[in-house]
């Protein structure tokens, strides 16, 4: 069982930035490979970047130069900074985690989900 809370999201205007925290209770947190992505209206989720149990992160190109996903072990939380955003970015973001300790980059791969939180950016 892994329990996950996103937050930080909210309102920016284009080219500033938030720092997306996913909060993981359960399981064992470095027992677990998480992921981020976002979804657009009536679109399936996107994947963004993921964070491995030994510490390998990836992100997806969308993502490279302006996003970072972190890890803090320690207090067992999951974190995206996302910088210069644009108005495409707007979505709702979410965290989630399999049961490996090695990452995917498909949605359907992660069992469990936080809620998700809104990020809206306008220009």
């Known amino acids: 069982q892994v329990e996950l809370v996103e937050s930080g999201g909210g309102w920016v205007q284009a080219g500033g930035s938030l720092r997306l925290s996913c909060a993981a209770s359960?399981?064992?947190?470095?027992?677990?490979?998480m992921g981020w992505f976002r979804q657009f209206p009536r679109k399936e989720r996107e994947f963004l970047a993921y964070?491995?149990?030994?510490?390998?992160?990836r992100h997806d190109d969308s993502a490279k130069g302006r996003f970072t996903v972190s890890r803090d072990n320690a207090k067992k939380t999951m974190y995206l900074q996302m910088n210069s955003l644009k108005p495409e970015d707007t979505a709702v973001y979410y965290c989630?985690?399999?049961?490996?300790?090695?990452?995917?980059?498909?949605?359907?791969?992660?069992?469990?989900w936080g809620q998700g939180t809104q990020v809206t950016v306008s220009s």
């Open positions: 359960g399981s064992s947190f470095t027992s677990n490979a």
């Open positions: 964070s491995t149990a030994g510490g390998y992160m």
């Open positions: 989630a985690a399999r049961s490996t300790p090695w990452g995917s980059t498909r949605h359907a791969e992660y069992p469990y």
